[in-house]
């Protein structure tokens, strides 16, 4: 089983930037594929980014790309998501997500592709 920990949400301004954490325990996340989701109020929870587990890339929502950055220490255990330039309409419970599969590609990744979720941390962008 993996245990997955957000942090690193909070309010910013349009603008600004905030880094969220993702702590692995239980299990390393070398061979699982990662990602990050968010849900905003009345929305689906929807796909930010991801790393295959299949061949290690990357795969960003069109809205995020260039603002955007996920990465991963391996030593730590930990997955981040670098967001740059925030707009208001980037407010959302942000959720990392990992599943187990070791030939897991991510286009096209939904939701319902991961079995590991975290509790989620709030990201609101607000002058």
């Known amino acids: 089983q993996v245990q997955l920990v957000e942090s690193g949400g909070g309010l910013v301004q349009p603008g600004g930037s905030l880094r969220l954490s993702c702590q692995a325990s239980?299990?390393?996340?070398?061979?699982?594929?990662i990602a990050w989701f968010r849900q905003a109020p009345g929305k689906e929870r929807e796909g930010v980014s991801c790393?295959?587990?299949?061949?290690?890339?990357?795969h960003y929502e069109d809205s995020v790309k260039g603002r955007f950055t996920m990465s991963r220490d391996a030593v730590k255990n930990t997955i981040y998501l670098q967001m740059n330039s925030l707009k208001p309409d980037d407010t959302a419970v942000y959720y990392c997500a990992a599943d187990g599969s070791s030939w897991y590609h991510c286009g096209g990744f939904q939701p319902t592709d991961f079995g590991f979720w975290g509790q989620g941390t709030q990201v609101t962008v607000s002058s």
């Open positions: 239980g299990r390393s996340l070398d061979h699982y594929a």
């Open positions: 790393i295959s587990s299949r061949d290690g890339s990357l």
